[in-house]
């Protein structure tokens, strides 16, 4: 074959290869084979020099069509499989899907729990009223009639921040500041917020919350009170919950009472299916407040008449979220972890 032929034959063979090439990199393959340094064009126009005079320029011009030939058949190539490649792009997204959302917030479980108890006993007709986080020895502990030397004062329990100042340690003051302010019954509140003690384990954190209830007007009685409590532990547990009252003593309460209701994961039986419960620890209660009616002594140091007649209440709020939500570890409310924030959305 004359080396003329030869160049002729170079493009319809490359055709074939290009056919075969399903790849960029294979393409570029190609390109090198026919079109590079040590490639077949190169290889031939390296043939030039054996030529006679008269038939080099023929040669040379034929040269120059084939390379240009070349040149549009890989370029054509390339055109096509880039082409290829982003119909498969798009051939992978689907713009049916919805758009990414941004990252929405949502409410913690000691939020929900205390706008929820809040929510029932505005229905009740109580207010929602706040007191400041650092509190006097007055309000946190005298006019809630603590003897001078009662063990609640110890450092063990209060963070002290100055002289008589301290970071309140239950929201019980409210109560005190509250009678001061309105002067005379009757007083329907409620006050959720922060308090502090100098604690800190599995079950004991340094700040939590609680939600102060105190309630004041005529012949109030126990009556009353296991009536509001009940009403509020059937509205956050549900309505076959029971409840029951047991002695104790609080200073600015006489009588005084815990308050427990009858195990929620049990139903109050103690056992499940033949186990011992672990939430009540078997006993078929869990304990969720405390209570009493106003001690006379608390409405003297509030500026209220000692014959007033009240009662008021105290719940930690992440108690109930625990129960409420079977959470098992305290520590999870305050450690902001997104995977335990989120079930809450
Ligand atoms: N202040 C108490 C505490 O922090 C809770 C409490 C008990 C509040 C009885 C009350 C009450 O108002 O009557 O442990």
């Known amino acids: 074959m004359s080396l003329i032929n030869e ?22 393959e190609l390109r090198i084979a026919y079109m590079g340094r040590k490639g077949f064009l190169a290889g031939l126009m390296a043939k030039l020099k054996d030529l006679s005079a008269e038939e080099r ?16 058949l890989l370029d054509g190539r390339l055109r096509e499989l880039k082409a290829l490649h982003e119909d498969a792009g798009l051939a992978s997204f689907d713009p049916s899907l919805p758009g990414r959302l941004p990252w929405q917030g949502s409410l913690h479980a000691v ?22 986080e650092v509190e006097t020895d007055f309000y946190n502990f005298e006019a ?15 963070l002290f921040v100055g002289d008589k100042i301290v970071m309140r340690t239950h929201t019980s003051p409210v109560e005190v500041r509250t009678m001061l302010a ?63 009252f047991r002695p104790s003593f609080f ?9 427990d209701i009858s195990c929620i994961m049990c139903n109050g039986i103690g056992h499940i299916k033949g186990e011992p419960c672990r939430v009540c ?24 008449s000692r014959e007033s007649n009240g009662f008021a209440f ?25 995977r335990f924030l989120q079930q809450f959305a």
């Open 7 to 28: 160049l002729d034959s170079l493009g319809e063979k490359l055709k074939e290869s290009l056919a075969q090439a399903g790849t960029l990199p294979e393409l570029e």
């Open 57 to 72: 320029p023929a040669f040379g011009q034929k040269a120059n069509e084939v390379k240009e030939s070349l040149t549009a």
């Open 111 to 132: 939020t929900l729990v205390t706008r929820e108890i809040c929510a029932i006993y505005e229905r009740l007709g109580y207010d929602v009223v706040t007191g400041p």
């Open 144 to 158: 809630l009639n603590f003897p001078h030397d009662h063990p609640a004062r110890d450092m063990q329990d209060t």
């Open 182 to 244: 309105r002067k005379k019954p009757p007083v329907a509140i409620v006050s959720p917020g922060k308090v502090f003690r100098r604690d800190y384990d599995i079950t004991h954190s340094p700040m939590f919350h609680q939600i102060e209830g105190l309630l004041v007007d005529e012949n109030m009685s126990l009556c009353d009170l296991r009536g509001t409590l009940a009403y509020m532990c059937r509205s956050l547990f549900g309505q076959t919950v029971n409840v029951r």
């Open 251 to 259: 200073p600015f309460t006489e009588p005084s009472a815990e308050v």
């Open 281 to 304: 620890k078997a006993t078929g209660w869990l304990e969720i407040l405390g209570c009493g009616m106003t001690d006379p002594n608390v409405f003297a140091y509030s500026g209220f």
């Open 314 to 338: 105290g719940l930690g709020v992440e108690r109930v979220a625990m129960l409420k939500y079977g959470i098992g570890d305290l520590r999870l409310f305050f450690e902001n972890d997104m």
